[in-house]
Structures are given as structure tokens and as C-alpha cells.
């Protein structure tokens, strides 16, 4: 569900001024790797803005996803991390590594993921709406037919089947607590940056801020 700007009267009894986040954990992993939610249904006299507290691990990932109705600020706490953006528009992968007091802005609508590249990495993601929708990349590839993906895309619809198997749920934080995966594979840190056989990785400058369209389906269970 979305939320208009809060109309909240200051003056009111029920008007609230401060939250504790810890009292909102949107997604727990385990100990180390968390995200606390902060937005309008906790503190209701917020305006046109939200926050989630990110605390990862090495080479934990926030899954690529997007939010459809807010731009988002990452700020890095502590830690390091790499941020990773689709842009639309030139079709390329930036790539941003964050280290302490960097930002990273991702506009509204853009594909994109986080991975820790140092334990105890601390991020802030600040939002400019009340409640940010999110739609990640595990609910699309699990709930879209792998016959469909595989007729689309020319593959072989087995493959792309026992691919998919293992996700059966939002992942949020990946990967998930007990995968066990190849050991010939690149770092985590490496794969976040790994551009596709079509583009070419491509790091720019900071401040680029773009905002592409809207969508209308709100990600449930955000808060």
C-alpha cells in the first residue's frame, strides 16, 4: 500500500516525533546481515520520506531490485560496498564502490543491488516517499513461468527450470543461508560488477540523477 504525504496535526496527542528502528526489522538473515525499515506507519508525522538501516557482511547482497515509487540515497555508514545501476537510458552497469561519508543515488525505477565487500558494513538508504515499494529480482524470476523465460529468451526450458528451482521465496539479502555454490566462481564483489556479453562496464562520476516513469504495483510486506 502507498501513503500521501502525512497530514498529521503537530499539535495532536498522537502525533509522533521519534522512533526506535530497531522495533521494525523488515528483513533478518542472521546476526550480521539485517535491514530495520523506517516510514510513515511508524512515525506518522514523517513527510515525503523513508530510510531502511542496512548492516552487512562480506560479500552480502541486497538482490537487484527496484523501487517504483521513490529515488534512493545510499549513504555508507561504515563498512565498504559496491552499488551497482542499470541506467535505462545508455544501457550500461555503473558501478560505484562506497566507502565511509560516500553516497551513491539510484533515481526512481532503476535496476539495482548492493554487495558488502568488508564485514560490518553499516548503509543508510534514504528514500523520497513515506513508504518505498520494492520489487526484487527473486519474486520475478520465481513467480514467471521458466517455459515462458525460456520461449522468450531462446533457451532450453529444463535448464532454465532446474536454474530457478532453488527460489522459493523473496530472497532480500543473498545469498540465501545455507547455499552451497561451485568452488570456481568469482568473488562477490567481482560478480557485482561483471558486465553481460552485450555491455561494457562503465564507471562514471558522481552525481548523474535521473527519474524514469512510475509503476503501479506496490511490492507487499514492506512494512
Given amino acids: 500500500m502507498s501513503y500521501t504525504q502525512s497530514s498529521m496535526d503537530f499539535a495532536s496527542p498522537s502525533?509522533?516525533?521519534?522512533?526506535?528502528?530497531?522495533?521494525?526489522?523488515?528483513?533478518?538473515?542472521?546476526?550480521?546481515?539485517?535491514?530495520?525499515a523506517l516510514g510513515i506507519q511508524q512515525l506518522n508525522t514523517l513527510g515525503n520520506t523513508s530510510l531502511l538501516d542496512i548492516y552487512l557482511s562480506t560479500g552480502n547482497v541486497i538482490e537487484p531490485h527496484i523501487?517504483?515509487?521513490a529515488s534512493e540515497l545510499v549513504y555508507c555508514i561504515s563498512g565498504a560496498a559496491?552499488?551497482?545501476i542499470v541506467n535505462p537510458f545508455t544501457k550500461k552497469l555503473l558501478n560505484y564502490a562506497i566507502?565511509?561519508?560516500?553516497?551513491?543515488?539510484?533515481?526512481?525505477?532503476?535496476w539495482h543491488y548492493e554487495v558488502a565487500t568488508v564485514d560490518n558494513t553499516h548503509l543508510l538508504a534514504i528514500f523520497d516517499a513515506n513508504t518505498p515499494e520494492f520489487?526484487?529480482?527473486?519474486?520475478?524470476?520465481?513467480?514467471?513461468?521458466?517455459?515462458?523465460?525460456?520461449?522468450?529468451?531462446?533457451?532450453?526450458?529444463?535448464?532454465?527450470?532446474?536454474?530457478?528451482?532453488p527460489i522459493t521465496n523473496t530472497v532480500v539479502i543473498g545469498p540465501p543461508t545455507?547455499?552451497?555454490?561451485?568452488?570456481?566462481?568469482?568473488?562477490?564483489a567481482q560478480a557485482?560488477?561483471?558486465p553481460n556479453a552485450a555491455h561494457a562496464q562503465h564507471q562514471p562520476s558522481y552525481g548523474q540523477t535521473y527519474r524514469?516513469?512510475?509503476y503501479s504495483q506496490p511490492y507487499p510486506g514492506l512494512y
Fill in 82 to 84: 559496491i552499488v551497482s
Fill in 212 to 214: 524514469d516513469s512510475r
Fill in 178 to 188: 545455507g547455499c552451497v555454490k561451485p568452488q570456481a566462481q568469482v568473488s562477490p
Fill in 67 to 69: 523501487h517504483q515509487n
Fill in 135 to 165: 520489487i526484487p529480482a527473486s519474486d520475478m524470476l520465481r513467480l514467471t513461468p521458466a517455459s515462458l523465460l525460456a520461449y522468450t529468451y531462446c533457451l532450453d526450458e529444463a535448464t532454465v527450470k532446474q536454474a530457478l528451482a
Fill in 15 to 36: 502525533a509522533q516525533f521519534a522512533y526506535d528502528l530497531s522495533n521494525n526489522v523488515f528483513f533478518k538473515k542472521d546476526d550480521r546481515n539485517q535491514i530495520n
Fill in 192 to 194: 557485482a560488477q561483471q
Fill in 99 to 110: 566507502n565511509p561519508g560516500q553516497v551513491t543515488n539510484v533515481p526512481q525505477g532503476w
